[in-house]
């Protein structure tokens, strides 16, 4: 990304000069019709007359020795990089492509009191960390894999392993309604699963609901729920050992926190979350697909 401090006092930066080009646009709104369709189409002229010089001082420039890293030290300033960008000059990088996919999925977010940011991009690894009522939110597992995962390996397939960084901690403030703003992608009814009686605190139990196995546990109020179903091979792992909060594959050994779902072994996999709530006395599941 390029650096915002490289201007003197003396030189205006990005947002100012932005912020310029806002006033002046803000000024045609009172014009009529007539005048805002004629200024539009000198803004786009312009524009298309930048682009194209630009586009030919490049091929012009390109076979010059040197010229790729010095056009990488030039765009190193923010108002250089956000030109040649807006042409097309320089192509969107990997962090901005992410943080756009990521913009996608804001709005479910925020409507659950909850935001989420780009912690790290490096290769095809994406590290996002949840903020706000998702960071630490029950539900957030189901979140992160069917809202935030799948937008960012959507649309940009580049990124093959996205992981869920440690948040902030706090979570949510009291009041705020534990449910995933993605728990309606791709699933079923709610069905009881169980009382959260019958299961002690720390407890796993593997169990079917809707004639799919689940694998519930329960953190004194909170409950995880996964697809028992291993992420190396898809394999069960009802005959698999539990012990404090982690299932052992008994196939081949990968083992899974049961309250993230993260796999220990392989961190660039991880158990199928389900939606899972407790409503007064009962555990609820609704499969997600």
Same mark, same amino acid.
């Given at each position: ?6 201007h ?8 100012q000069?932005?912020?310029?080009l806002?006033? +002046? ?7 009529? @019709? ?17 682009? @194209? ?16 890293s010095?056009?990488r ?43 989420? @940011? ?20 029950p539900?957030s ?13 959507e649309?940009v ?5 996205v992981k ?22 791709? &699933? ?7 009382? +959260? ?5 720390g ?17 004194a ?63 609820? &599941?609704?499969? &997600?697909?």
């Amino acid at each position: 990304m390029p650096d915002a401090s490289n201007h003197t006092n003396d030189t205006p930066s990005l947002d100012q000069l932005i912020g310029d080009l806002n006033a +002046l646009e803000m000024l045609a709104d009172g014009w009529d @019709e007539a005048a805002r369709n004629g200024a539009h189409a000198r803004a786009e002229a312009v524009d298309a007359l930048n682009k @194209e010089a630009f586009r030919r001082l490049i091929r012009a420039l390109k076979d010059l020795p040197e010229f790729s890293s010095a056009l990488r030290a030039a765009a190193q300033d923010e108002v250089v990089y956000a030109v040649l960008r807006r042409h097309g000059i320089l192509k969107a990088s990997l962090y901005e492509r992410v943080e756009a996919a990521l913009e996608t999925v804001r709005p479910s977010l925020a409507s659950h009191g909850g935001d989420a @940011e780009v912690a790290s991009v490096e290769g095809n690894r994406a590290e996002i960390r949840f903020l706000g009522a998702c960071d630490g939110c029950p539900a957030s597992q189901l979140t992160f894999y069917a809202g935030v995962k799948k937008a960012i390996q959507e649309q940009v397939p580049e990124i093959t392993e996205v992981k869920q960084a440690k948040g902030l901690g706090g979570g949510g403030a009291d009041g705020v309604q534990f449910t995933s703003p993605f728990a309606n992608y791709g &699933v079923n009814e709610w069905s009881v699963a169980m009382r +959260l009686d019958d299961l002690a605190d720390g407890e796993t139990r593997i169990v079917d609901v809707d004639d799919n196995s689940v694998i519930i546990t329960r953190f004194a109020e909170k409950v995880s729920c996964f697809k028992n179903a291993c992420a190396h091979m898809g394999l069960e792992m009802t005959q698999g050992e539990i012990a404090e909060a982690i299932i052992t594959c008994p196939h081949h050994g990968f083992k899974y926190a049961l309250e993230s779902g993260e796999c220990l072994t392989a961190p660039e996999v991880q158990l199928h979350p389900h939606a899972v709530r407790v409503k007064g006395p009962n555990i609820e &599941v609704r499969i &997600v697909t």
